[in-house]
């Protein structure tokens, strides 16, 4: 059987021209924002698409929901292409972009779905039994009148969420749906991707790691328009199952570079809070590697080590390994 979604050396070139006065030229700037993506997602089956900001997520979504036309390459969904029969296309994917003001905040919750439905061509009774059976699902009937105004981000986005699936499409494009969510809200909407729409083709962007790990069959990680890894979640770890990371919170200002440069330290990564710094060493081994920088942390002036664990890898790790950055950065 086809797949549900075929991606065939997808590439997208914004090119944004600026004049800063009349008398300057103009400046031209280009972004790959999609390097020749090909990508088959199967029927029934979640794929996610992980990177950090600026990887090319939400162009790849728009483009496949028609909204954004690519530079060249094409894609296919449920066999229609997105060039030459965009109407079809629409017709067979719900699009969740996870942004409450796509919905009409003078309407009430149900009004809303009722409205968006026959834009579906639903009809009138269609739409309010629709809307109804998905407030039930999302926990909102009680708030069915109730302006969106008056609703909660959480219960905003639930909202958003339903209108994609209005009108039963095989196939979904979620964008970082949890994105900002309170985690009762997120943990809501997750059980729902993976227990109710467990027979759509769902193709869902994300920046964290852990919904990725749960929801997803399979995993690309992409990196400035480029999928640099595919595979599940535990091949994509597979990958990496020769590494340990170290994670150490400190205070004060630790020397970055020398910890890089101990022999055995293939990555080494800093965030900084409020109040202290977390580092993220990786190595093969990093229990070996562990006394080694703790002793030289000692000895870096007003460093005070707070924590210290070694982990088993995650996502973020493999993305590590795979372009020198990590996906929360
Ligand atoms: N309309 C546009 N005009 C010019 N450049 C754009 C446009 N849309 C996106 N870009 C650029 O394309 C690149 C990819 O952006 P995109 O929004 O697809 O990334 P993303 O992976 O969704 O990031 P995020 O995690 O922040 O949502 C970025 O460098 C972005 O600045
Ligand atoms: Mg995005």
């Known amino acids: 059987m086809r797949a549900a979604v075929e991606i065939d050396r997808l590439t997208k070139t914004f090119v944004s021209t ?27 089956t979640v794929h996610g698409l992980l990177g ?25 969904v449920m066999g ?34 009722v409205f968006f439905g026959r834009l ?17 699902q999302m926990g909102l009937l009680d708030r069915a ?13 639930k909202i958003v969420f339903a209108r994609a699936l209005l009108h039963g499409p095989p196939v979904l494009l979620l964008d970082e749906p949890t994105q900002g969510l309170d985690p009762t809200f997120a943990t809501d909407l ?44 535990h091949e994509l770890k597979e990958r990496v199952r020769d590494y ?4 150490v919170s400190v205070r004060g200002e630790p020397d970055v570079a020398r910890l890089r440069g101990i022999d055995g330290v293939i990555n080494c990564t800093e965030r900084r809070r409020d109040t202290h710094v977390e580092l993220v060493l990786t ?14 942390l000692h000895d870096m002036p007003g460093v005070k080590v707070e924590n210290f664990e070694v982990r088993e890898p995650t996502l973020d790790d493999v993305f590590l390994q795979l372009t020198g950055r990590r996906i929360e950065d």
């Open 18 to 44: 600026r004049r800063r006065a009349l008398v300057v030229p103009v400046s031209k700037k280009t972004v790959h924002a999609l390097k020749e993506v090909t990508l088959d997602i199967p029927r029934g």
């Open 52 to 76: 950090p900001n600026g990887a090319g997520k939400t162009t790849l979504v728009k483009c496949l929901a028609t909204l954004v036309l690519p530079t060249s390459g094409t894609a296919r």
């Open 80 to 113: 229609y292409d997105i060039l030459r029969q965009p109407d079809h296309v629409r017709a067979t994917i719900g699009v969740c972009q996870g942004n409450e003001r796509s919905i009409y905040w003078k309407l009430t919750a149900r009004e809303n779905l």
């Open 120 to 136: 579906y061509r639903l009809t009138g009774s269609e739409a309010k039994e629709r809307a109804d059976e998905l407030l039930g």
């Open 145 to 157: 009148d109730d302006k969106v105004e008056d609703l909660s981000h959480g219960m905003r986005m």
């Open 190 to 233: 997750r059980r729902y991707i993976r227990d109710r729409l467990s027979d759509r083709t769902i193709l869902l962007t994300t920046h964290y790691m852990h919904e990725a790990d749960m929801l997803c069959d399979r995993i690309a990680l992409i990196n400035e328009g480029e999928i640099k890894s595919l595979g599940t979640p």
């Open 244 to 247: 340990d990371s170290l994670h």
């Open 283 to 296: 190595a093969h081994d990093g229990y070996e590697l562990a006394h080694r920088v703790l002793d030289l």
